[in-house]
């Protein structure tokens, strides 16, 4: 008996990412850069209290810390966040004496905030740090993740890919026929959250004293933001007469 035989099979050729000369394929990066006033801007705040007794000490931030919370909720709709991130109660031990004797606790208690208005935020910033043992940091200009500044700079890096692809085409004398694939590369406000100069400001840090009269609030100028989008395009065109 004669044993059966399989035909033979090809496996199938791989796909040509580059076309063919019937169907060319031309590869294009498109790229925007945008530079826009921010939205947002965060700020932190640390309370402190120190003392001898535990419970008084606890106390005491307690106080400190609703004052500074009380005093960021009076600004109402220009607060879009407020939270606090950590609290902290530490006894510092003597560094003399062979017992475990506790010299003095320390409490913090950081919080977080985050403002559309930028008037307003010079105003809370300078009555933040007018208070006792209150240290403020910041701002953090950021814009909001779903910015319209975001899909302003995805458009423009499209359009600019498909320019680019139809210059290209015209220097070879013939036309774009498809759109085969479009890669984003990513579309991110590329500055990172950190300011410029930060700077911390706190009445006890300078050794001021209680004033009668309120500071005037500071002029805090926005930085500006910086998006970025790219994207990767392939296109079909004509074939070209070489």
């Not at 109402?76 to 902290?88: F, M, N, P, Q």
Request: hydrophobic share 35%; no cysteine.
């Amino acid at each position: 008996m004669t044993p059966d035989i399989a035909p033979a099979t090809h496996p199938t050729p791989p796909a040509v990412p580059y076309g063919t000369p019937d169907t060319p394929r031309i590869a294009v990066r498109g790229e925007a850069r945008l530079e826009v006033d921010p939205e947002i801007a965060r700020i932190t705040i640390t309370v402190t209290a120190r003392g001898k007794d535990r419970r008084e000490t606890l106390a005491d931030l307690t106080r400190r810390n609703t004052l500074a919370l009380d005093l960021v909720k009076t600004y109402g709709d220009a607060v879009e966040r407020l939270e606090t991130s950590a609290l902290t109660i530490t006894p510092e031990l003597g560094r003399h004496g062979r017992g475990e004797r506790v010299r003095t606790h320390h409490g913090l208690v950081h919080i977080t905030t985050e403002l559309n208005d930028f008037t307003a935020l010079g105003e809370l910033t300078t009555a933040l740090a007018d208070l006792d043992l209150t240290r403020v940091d910041g701002p953090w200009w950021a814009l909001r993740p779903d910015s319209p500044a975001h899909r302003t700079a995805r458009q423009q890096a499209v359009r600019e890919a498909v320019q680019r692809a139809r210059e290209y085409a015209e220097a070879l004398d013939t036309t774009l026929t498809a759109l085969v694939e479009l890669a984003d590369t990513g579309a991110e406000d590329t500055h990172p959250r950190v300011p410029q100069s930060t700077r911390a400001l706190s009445r006890a840090a300078y050794g001021a004293g209680p004033t009668e009269d309120e500071p005037a609030p500071l002029d805090l100028e926005p930085q500006r933001q910086h998006v970025h989008a790219q994207v990767n395009a392939r296109f079909t065109m004509a074939p070209p007469r070489l």
